[in-house]
């Protein structure tokens, strides 16, 4: 569906447990585009997720948490993400920029504005199309992700999670980019038509694969 026209970037994000991945792998699939995910979507991102989400590991400070990430977006720019949409593709990503600021910003405390510079750098200026943020309530969240232990930020505990929910709710309020919030808790069928809705509304009329 990509042919000869150029290539579109979407970025689903929202805190674990919202089922971005499903609802990214589905939206890619009824594209026809190059599904890919932050951080671990390259071969060097792999060695650095297993870095930032191993809970055995020793501790990371936070500024070098933030720097690890833009390492991990900087080559998935460089090696995915950037070649697939000047071949014209569209391209899913599972999180992109919106997380560092969410995440290491509101949730770890780190200057906003300085992460804004670090991630515009570390992408070369390269921002979502769209991002499309799902939501639900941390309870919903923390019932989908289960009993198991979790990686590095899942065992933050419910105020970094909150303030990294509230940290999301923000940034689509304030954006200059287009960003569109879809409700998350319902049946996932649903909750993928809300999705396409958003796509087709800011990017449309956008033709299914297929």
């Known amino acids: 569906m990509t042919e000869g026209r150029p290539g579109r970037l979407i970025a ?3 805190i674990d447990g919202c089922g971005k991945s499903t609802q990214a792998r589905l939206l890619a699939g009824r594209l026809g585009a190059l ?7 390259t071969g060097l991102g792999r060695s650095l997720r ?5 809970r055995g590991r020793e501790p990371i400070g936070e500024r070098a948490e933030a720097l690890l990430m833009a390492a ?29 600021i969410a995440y290491q910003g509101f949730g770890r405390g780190l200057d906003r504005n300085e992460l804004t510079t ?32 979790g990686d590095h ?19 689509a309020g304030e954006a200059a980019t287009p960003w569109r919030v879809v409700e998350a808790t319902g049946p996932v069928e649903v909750v993928a038509g809300a999705v396409w809705a958003a796509v087709d509304a800011v990017l449309g009329p956008v033709p299914a694969d297929g």
């Open 35 to 41: 599904l890919t995910f932050e951080p671990g979507g």
């Open 118 to 149: 670090l991630v515009g750098w570390a992408t070369g200026g390269l921002g979502p199309d769209l991002t499309v943020l799902l939501t639900v309530p941390l309870a919903v969240a923390a019932a989908r992700r289960g009993d198991g232990a």
């Open 153 to 171: 930020f899942e065992v933050q505990g419910e105020p970094f999670l909150e303030r990294v929910d509230a940290g999301y709710r923000r940034l």
């Open 72 to 100: 991990d977006r900087a080559q998935h720019v460089a090696e995915v993400v950037a070649p697939a949409l000047r071949a014209g593709r569209w391209v899913v990503t599972d999180r992109f920029s919106a997380s560092t």
């Open 50 to 54: 297993a870095l930032l989400l191993d």
């Open 12 to 14: 689903l994000e929202g």
